[in-house]
């Protein structure tokens, strides 16, 4: 049953790829920042399909809307390397600024925005000419980017400053700045946009913001040292990786309430959710291993080896 | 110039504060020893967080709230230097604890790139730790994992506070500690 069902899959595949089409998706793209590497998974198979040397301690992914390209920060390399996603090659390497560590690109593939730990600053960078085109004044010690679903909006974690910054896209100067929980680092929207949630690393807590007046609307509390965020079943829930607890946190974002913790493997960090929207993969550093959850049945469904120091900071899916 | 400006900030909390450094890349310990006693009596020797008597390079430690969550242990080492630490997870049944660094004495002061820089007993910055004991049989494994920057949080580092010294202080210390520790218990 099991082959019969395959070989059509494989045509398929294969007919796409003689095609030059994008690759068929989804995979996830991990970076390993002590190998100096990032693993590529297959999302089907749920396994690594290739690692590609990268240097700079690779740590921040972004990955192009199209899927043909994958943005990696490398903070030693003071910026990002290009991956492509087809030929699994670094195309370039592009020097942003000292501290580069968080990294998103927009929605249309034009930008890609860079966040500078050291200077406190969002480099915003041509993704056709990959040249900082403008550099943004935000918060202390930026860290987690996202990019609202109309493009309109860049919202930047400042860790130092306990807050998180509203950049119009349009203008690229800052429109409002809200105070939320102690060293917010990751960050996610709601896929209408609505609303925000932070990691808040020093309060163990998330906190809930309300996008178009920058309010909190509530603060939710998790593990120890919760790192990032990510949300799934139709943004119904948020899951939150808690580094000391080597554990993920699950709340039901009607509620507010913690439903679940789930014991994933040890430092969990980046995550980021599969295009099914039902599954969740979690970069654990200390065991270079990355976890697929079930955002349904609230279980690890599958662990995959990855190489040493596995962060994956940002949204690490093509789509 | 700039460089000084953003120097004092980071200098300030180095010692004091956690998770203050995302600059440098974070590092790790993982050492592992199997000792030839039962897991119930390794443990019996460890699971006193406020007893660090095992470890070598302690001379005394004292301890304010025993193996309760947040519970600050002083550990004096045989220099005189002084590491503070604060539980943060333990879990008798998995005979396992975790626990993080909050302060450090200073064990000397270099001047590197102008400036003085004043080097912690243990070469690290963010540190956190955990150990436990995995029974193996009549035998037991005993893991040590450590993870933590180099203590030089802005970039350029010398070499006495990189990451090389920070990871050769930390494996050094959990390599003797768990030779010592097979010692005790293996008597």
Same mark, same amino acid.
């Given at each position: #049953?099991?082959?019969?069902?395959?070989?059509?899959?494989?045509?398929?595949?294969?007919?796409?790829l003689?095609?030059?089409?994008?690759?068929?998706?989804?995979?996830?793209?991990?970076?390993?920042?002590?190998?100096?590497?990032?693993?590529?998974?297959?999302?089907?198979?749920?396994?690594?399909?290739?690692?590609? &040397?990268?240097?700079?301690?690779?740590?921040?992914?972004?990955?192009?809307?199209?899927?043909?390209?994958?943005?990696?920060?490398?903070?030693?390399?003071?910026?990002?390397?290009?991956?492509?996603?087809?030929?699994?090659?670094?195309?370039? &390497?592009?020097?942003?600024?000292?501290?580069?560590?968080?990294?998103? +690109?927009?929605?249309?593939?034009?930008?890609?925005?860079?966040?500078?730990?050291?200077?406190?600053?969002?480099?915003?960078?041509?993704?056709?000419?990959?040249?900082?085109?403008?550099?943004?004044t935000?918060?202390?010690?930026?860290?987690?980017?996202?990019?609202?679903?109309?493009?309109?909006?860049?919202?930047?974690? @400042?860790?130092?400053?306990?807050?998180?910054?509203?950049?119009? !896209?349009?203008t690229?100067?800052?429109?409002?700045?809200?105070? +939320?929980g102690?060293?917010?680092?990751?960050?996610?929207?709601t896929?209408?946009?609505?609303?925000?949630?932070?990691?808040?690393?020093?309060?163990?807590?998330?906190?809930v913001?309300?996008?178009?007046? #920058?309010?909190?609307?509530?603060?939710?509390?998790?593990?120890?040292?919760?790192?990032?965020?990510?949300?799934?079943?139709?943004?119904?829930?948020?899951?939150?990786?808690?580094?000391?607890?080597?554990?993920?946190?699950?709340?039901? !974002?009607?509620?507010?309430?913690?439903?679940?913790?789930i014991?994933?493997?040890?430092?969990?960090?980046?995550?980021?959710?599969?295009?099914?929207?039902?599954?969740?993969?979690?970069? @654990?550093?200390?065991?270079?291993?990355?976890?697929?959850?079930?955002?349904?049945?609230?279980?690890?469904?599958?662990?995959?080896?990855?190489?040493?120091?596995?962060?994956?900071?940002?949204?690490?899916?093509?789509? | 110039?700039?460089?000084?400006?953003?120097?004092?900030?980071?200098?300030?909390?180095?010692?004091?504060?956690?998770?203050?450094?995302?600059?440098?890349?974070?590092q790790?310990?993982d050492?592992?020893?199997?000792?030839?006693?039962?897991?119930?009596?390794? %443990?019996?020797?460890?699971?006193?967080?406020?007893?660090?008597? %095992?470890?070598?390079?302690?001379?005394?430690?004292?301890?304010?709230?025993?193996?309760?969550?947040?519970?600050?242990?002083?550990?004096?080492?045989?220099?005189?230097?002084?590491?503070?630490?604060?539980?943060?997870?333990?879990?008798?049944?998995?005979?396992?604890?975790?626990?993080?660094?909050?302060?450090?004495?200073?064990?000397?002061?270099?001047?590197?790139?102008?400036?003085?820089?004043?080097?912690?007993v243990?070469?690290?910055?963010?540190?956190?730790?955990?150990?436990?004991?995995?029974?193996?049989?009549?035998?037991?494994?005993?893991? %040590?994992?450590?993870?933590?920057?180099?203590?030089?949080?802005?970039?350029?580092?010398?070499?006495?506070?990189?990451?090389?010294?920070?990871?050769?202080?930390?494996?050094?210390?959990?390599?003797?500690?768990?030779?010592?520790?097979?010692?005790?218990?293996?008597?």
């Amino acid at each position: #049953m099991l082959r019969l069902k395959r070989i059509p899959v494989t045509l398929a595949v294969v007919t796409v790829l003689g095609c030059g089409a994008s690759v068929a998706a989804p995979f996830a793209y991990i970076s390993n920042q002590l190998d100096d590497s990032v693993s590529i998974i297959d999302a089907e198979k749920r396994t690594v399909i290739d690692t590609v &040397k990268l240097a700079g301690k690779p740590a921040g992914i972004a990955v192009a809307p199209a899927g043909d390209k994958v943005y990696v920060s490398t903070p030693e390399a003071h910026g990002f390397s290009v991956l492509d996603t087809k030929s699994h090659s670094v195309l370039n &390497k592009v020097i942003v600024s000292e501290g580069a560590l968080g990294i998103a +690109v927009d929605h249309e593939g034009q930008r890609i925005y860079v966040a500078d730990w050291y200077n406190n600053t969002v480099s915003v960078v041509s993704a056709k000419t990959l040249e900082v085109t403008k550099v943004v004044t935000v918060g202390e010690s930026p860290s987690g980017l996202i990019v609202s679903p109309d493009n309109r909006w860049l919202y930047v974690a @400042n860790r130092g400053s306990d807050s998180v910054s509203k950049v119009s !896209t349009e203008t690229l100067t800052v429109k409002k700045t809200t105070t +939320v929980g102690k060293h917010p680092f990751g960050i996610i929207t709601t896929q209408s946009g609505d609303r925000l949630y932070t990691a808040n690393v020093e309060s163990d807590d998330v906190t809930v913001l309300d996008t178009a007046s #920058m309010q909190p609307i509530a603060s939710i509390k998790v593990g120890i040292l919760p790192y990032a965020v990510t949300l799934a079943l139709n943004d119904s829930r948020l899951l939150v990786t808690n580094q000391t607890d080597n554990t993920v946190s699950v709340i039901d !974002t009607e509620t507010f309430k913690q439903i679940a913790v789930i014991e994933v493997g040890e430092k969990p960090e980046g995550i980021s959710t599969h295009p099914d929207d039902r599954h969740v993969y979690v970069a @654990n550093w200390f065991d270079s291993t990355v976890s697929v959850l079930d955002a349904k049945t609230l279980t690890v469904v599958d662990t995959i080896k990855a190489g040493e120091g596995t962060r994956a900071f940002g949204q690490f899916f093509s789509k | 110039m700039k460089k000084n400006l953003l120097f004092l900030p980071v200098l300030m909390f180095a010692f004091t504060s956690a998770a203050n450094a995302h600059g440098p890349v974070r590092q790790k310990a993982d050492e592992e020893i199997t000792i030839n006693a039962p897991a119930a009596k390794v %443990w019996g020797i460890i699971k006193d967080y406020g007893d660090m008597s %095992w470890l070598p390079a302690v001379k005394n430690t004292t301890v304010d709230k025993g193996n309760e969550i947040g519970s600050i242990r002083v550990l004096t080492l045989q220099d005189g230097g002084t590491i503070t630490e604060e539980l943060k997870k333990y879990d008798a049944d998995k005979m396992a604890y975790g626990y993080k660094i909050t302060e450090m004495s200073t064990a000397k002061t270099i001047t590197h790139a102008g400036n003085e820089e004043k080097v912690p007993v243990l070469p690290v910055d963010n540190y956190t730790a955990n150990i436990g004991v995995e029974a193996k049989g009549d035998t037991s494994v005993v893991t %040590w994992k450590g993870a933590y920057y180099r203590a030089y949080t802005n970039n350029n580092p010398p070499a006495e506070m990189n990451e090389d010294a920070a990871n050769k202080a930390v494996a050094d210390v959990f390599k003797a500690g768990l030779a010592n520790l097979k010692t005790l218990a293996e008597k």
